[in-house]
């Protein structure tokens, strides 16, 4: 029900997110937050569904749905997770933003840099990726020739349109004084004089000194073992890669419920 906070396990929420809020979430249109995929195509599903009967149940009008980023790496189907991504957001832009994360743009690097950013790529969960294409036998101790190679079958084996979404993935995305990303807005900097490298790839203050101007940053990239929603920050990332728990969130008034 709509006045009912839970956690992602369906108990009742901790007394942490009980407190008043110290500004009110005042969202321009109602919308829901998933955090980062990873490759996990079913959890990903499965979270899309609780997401469509909320909407059903509470008769939401118009929301918008958003992906916090890194849909690839780790998990064992980042290729299906990308085409069902692409298709769902070319199916209806409006209502479907799905955000750049830091392993999206790892991912592009090792596409058009294969040397020199291919060993960190696969070091950190690239090589679950290019085995859900079908590429296997290379990993962050491979050398140069076989990165390379590596590279042009990712490259033919992508779908058509799927590399140019990638590069033209949005960093941010706002409404009333929410904003979502994929790692982190440092809060000694408006919202937006954010750099690319904070909002991809976060910054020391950001889990440590709350916003003062009003707004909240719902974001992923850090794992929690529970959302949690305080200080300023929605910390959404509930590590479904290896928890199998993929945390979808609902603004749909002036709080935030896990769906």
Not at 20 to 25: D, G, N, R
Not at 165 to 189: E, K, Q, T
Not at 213 to 233: C, M
Request: hydrophobic fraction near 40%; glycine fraction near 8%; include cysteine.
């Amino acid at each position: 029900m709509l006045g009912n906070i839970s956690n992602k396990r369906g108990g009742a929420a901790s007394s942490i997110n009980l407190r008043p809020l110290q500004v009110e979430m005042s969202p321009e249109r109602p919308f829901y937050a998933i955090g980062d995929v990873h490759g996990c195509l079913d959890q990903m599903i499965t979270a899309l569904g609780r997401v469509d009967d909320d909407i059903e149940a509470l008769e939401i009008a118009e929301p918008t749905l958003v992906f916090l980023g890194d849909y690839v790496d780790r998990g064992k189907r980042s290729a299906e997770v990308l085409e069902y991504l692409l298709n769902l957001s070319l199916s209806d832009p409006d209502a479907v933003v799905c955000l750049m994360g830091n392993h999206e743009r790892m991912m592009l690097d090792f596409l058009d840099q294969p040397q020199k950013s291919g060993p960190r790529w696969l070091r950190y969960g690239g090589m679950e990726t290019l085995e859900s294409y079908g590429i296997t036998g290379v990993d962050a101790d491979a050398s140069t020739e076989e990165l390379y190679e590596a590279c042009e079958e990712l490259w033919d084996a992508l779908p058509e349109g799927l590399e140019p979404w990638l590069r033209f993935l949005p960093l941010r995305w706002s409404s009333g004084n929410l904003h979502c990303v994929h790692a982190a807005l440092d809060p000694a900097h408006t919202i937006k004089q954010q750099s690319t490298e904070v909002m991809l790839w976060g910054c020391d203050s950001f889990m440590k000194t709350p916003r003062d101007d009003g707004n909240w940053v719902v974001h992923g990239h850090t794992v929690v073992d529970r959302p949690v929603w305080e200080h300023s920050r929605v910390s959404l990332d509930t590590g479904c890669y290896f928890t199998n728990e993929l945390t979808a969130a609902a603004f749909t008034n002036n709080t935030c419920r896990i769906v």
